[in-house]
């Protein structure tokens, strides 16, 4: 009886399958288009609009019916300006140095948190002394960043 059962459901799942794929090939292209990769600007262009929409549409909620579709689409759209547009490595001073500028974050401030002097951070911007460990992890945390950004 327990076989018997499995058969049962077995061929339910093939037959939802089939109804998937069929479903699928009934999509019109556009909606086909937002369902695999990205392969050029122009169709880059397409998906970032239709993100948007999607994104008012299902408003954060993560069981919305295309809340799957819009998060298969955002992976796309990452991994595309990640390989067509990589961003360049920086130095981690030229981090620190954005970073304090964009927080509004003075030397003094700076020097100050860390327990180190003014002239410390100043090489640390600089690139004159080296980043350690335990810098690295106050720094991230200070900035609200991953550690990794001050890797270079």
Do not use: C
């Amino acid at each position: 009886m327990g076989n018997a059962l499995e058969e049962v459901r077995t061929i339910m799942k093939h037959s939802e399958i089939d109804r998937a794929v069929a479903a699928l090939a009934e999509l019109p292209e556009a909606s086909r288009n937002l369902l695999g990769p990205i392969r050029s600007d122009e169709h880059l262009e397409f998906a970032l609009n239709a993100e948007e929409q999607m994104g008012h549409l299902i408003g954060g909620d993560a069981r919305h019916p295309l809340a799957a579709v819009y998060a298969t689409l955002i992976q796309h759209i990452a991994e595309y300006e990640a390989e067509a547009y990589p961003t360049p490595a920086s130095k981690p001073g030229d981090m620190l140095d954005f970073l304090m500028d964009q927080q509004g974050v003075q030397q003094q401030e700076l020097a100050t948190r860390l327990g180190v002097n003014q002239s410390t951070v100043s090489r640390l911007i600089h690139g004159r002394v080296a980043y350690t460990t335990d810098l690295i992890k106050q720094l991230a945390e200070i900035f609200k960043v991953p550690p990794t950004v001050f890797l270079g």
